[in-house]
């Protein structure tokens, strides 16, 4: 498993293949913004989305980040707002905010382990 970052884009890598990707951008207050989370068709459900965001909080730590918040759309029809939820939720994220088709969520990373 690697992460690589590629332009403003982590790339999420396993056996050779990229498995997903997440775009961001930095905010003031040591902050990180996720614009986008994916794990590509074919390799969901098999756990990478939740190994993929352990990664991602490390990466984010080690470069100095405070707070990662993350606005999320559902893509595909298959996986409810309330999935989603729980799915970020399980991954150490707060609930913060929900409106009719996207949720907002925010994650302390100094209080995450
Ligand atoms: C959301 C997403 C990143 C999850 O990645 P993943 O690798 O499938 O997630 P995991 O395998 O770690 O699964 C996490 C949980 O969500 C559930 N889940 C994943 N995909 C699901 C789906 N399509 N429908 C219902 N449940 C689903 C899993 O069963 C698992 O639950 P469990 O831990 O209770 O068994 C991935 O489904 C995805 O990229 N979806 C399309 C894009 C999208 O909607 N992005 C989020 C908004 S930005």
Same mark, same amino acid.
Do not use: P, W
């Given at each position: 498993m690697e992460l690589?970052?590629?332009e403003d884009k982590l790339v999420y890598q396993k056996d050779g293949h990229f498995v997903g990707?997440?775009?961001y951008h930095e905010e003031e207050d040591s902050s990180v913004y996720i614009n986008y989370f994916q794990i590509y068709k074919e390799y969901q459900t098999f756990g990478l989305?939740?190994?993929m965001l352990k990664e991602m909080i490390s990466? &984010? !730590?080690?470069?100095?980040?405070k707070t990662i918040k993350l606005e999320a759309i559902p893509m595909e029809s298959s996986?409810?707002?309330t999935t989603l939820i729980s799915f970020y939720m399980k991954n150490g994220f707060d609930y913060? &905010? !929900?409106?009719?088709?996207?949720?907002k969520?925010?994650?302390?990373i100094e209080s995450f382990r």
């Open positions: 690589l970052e590629i990707h997440i775009d989305g939740s190994e990466y &984010f !730590r080690e470069n100095g980040f996986m409810s707002i913060m &905010f !929900r409106g009719t088709n996207y949720l969520l925010d994650l302390n």
